[in-house]
């Protein structure tokens, strides 16, 4: 697909192990790594089928998850209920047993999150969203069988957008809205897999499967 180019500097789809683009999340990633040094600790690149026509764009790793074992989604509780979705719905084979070397295999469906590295209170703030934004642009860009793209909350929402240069009052967030981008492109939207999501009722699991069968459907039609 085509996305619009507004900047003339060139990014790959994952941010180099040491990238300095953010003070505040370079200095959490120093502060992690003399405290656990056995954990990964740096930007967490994309897992998945890199000629996928799906790709999930979460909000950024886990203290205790991705920034832990090196993989989105793997070790923390939005993991347990994102993956056990995606292999009812045909996405991934193996067993996810939250580590990387699980022998979990994702299928026509690549996983990124909007900021790579883990923020304080995994909360990123706007500057470090908008620094980590040209690796999104990136790795939408290098996938040439994309068709549908997955964000899970407003944060991811609002930066696929940004990314593909798409007017976001064009496009409000609502759980299981589907959006018609230039094109051809398709953006779904779900409220994030948390565990605060999911303790509190604001997503269920049968809400969430239910954007997994309109995403069947999407890639199906």
């Given at each position: 697909?085509?996305?619009?180019?507004?900047?003339?500097?060139r990014f790959d789809p994952e941010?180099?192990?040491?990238?300095?683009?953010?003070?505040?999340?370079?200095?959490?990633?120093?502060?992690?790594?003399?405290?656990?040094?056995?954990?990964?600790?740096?930007?967490?690149?994309?897992?998945?089928?890199?000629?996928?026509?799906?790709?999930?764009?979460?909000?950024?790793?886990?203290?205790?998850?991705?920034?832990?074992?090196?993989?989105?989604?793997?070790?923390?509780?939005?993991?347990?209920?994102?993956?056990?979705?995606?292999?009812?719905?045909?996405?991934?084979?193996?067993?996810?047993?939250?580590?990387?070397?699980?022998?979990?295999?994702?299928?026509?469906v690549f996983i990124t999150n909007?900021?790579?590295?883990?923020?304080?209170?995994?909360?990123?703030?706007?500057?470090?969203?908008?620094?980590?934004?040209?690796?999104?642009?990136?790795?939408?860009?290098?996938?040439?069988?994309?068709?549908?793209?997955?964000?899970?909350?407003?944060?991811?929402?609002?930066?696929?957008?940004?990314?593909?240069?798409?007017?976001?009052?064009?496009?409000?967030?609502?759980?299981?809205a589907t959006h018609r981008l230039?094109?051809?492109?398709?953006?779904?939207?779900?409220?994030?897999?948390?565990?605060?999501?999911?303790?509190?009722?604001?997503?269920?699991?049968?809400?969430?499967?239910?954007?997994?069968?309109?995403?069947?459907?999407?890639?199906?039609?």
């Amino acid at each position: 697909m085509q996305l619009k180019d507004r900047t003339t500097e060139r990014f790959d789809p994952e941010p180099s192990p040491d990238c300095g683009r953010c003070s505040r999340l370079e200095a959490f990633r120093a502060t992690n790594r003399a405290a656990n040094p056995d954990w990964f600790n740096r930007p967490v690149p994309g897992f998945g089928d890199a000629n996928a026509r799906l790709l999930i764009i979460g909000l950024a790793p886990g203290l205790k998850g991705a920034n832990r074992t090196g993989r989105p989604f793997t070790g923390d509780w939005a993991g347990d209920l994102l993956f056990a979705t995606l292999a009812k719905f045909g996405f991934a084979d193996g067993a996810y047993q939250a580590r990387p070397d699980d022998g979990l295999r994702l299928n026509d469906v690549f996983i990124t999150n909007a900021v790579r590295c883990v923020p304080p209170q995994n909360k990123p703030v706007g500057a470090e969203i908008t620094n980590c934004r040209p690796f999104l642009a990136a790795q939408i860009r290098s996938m040439a069988k994309l068709r549908l793209l997955l964000a899970l909350g407003r944060i991811a929402h609002d930066s696929t957008l940004s990314a593909l240069a798409e007017k976001r009052s064009a496009h409000a967030f609502g759980h299981n809205a589907t959006h018609r981008l230039e094109g051809g492109l398709m953006l779904v939207d779900s409220y994030h897999c948390s565990r605060y999501n999911t303790n509190t009722r604001r997503l269920t699991v049968d809400m969430f499967e239910q954007v997994f069968e309109n995403i069947r459907g999407l890639l199906e039609s």
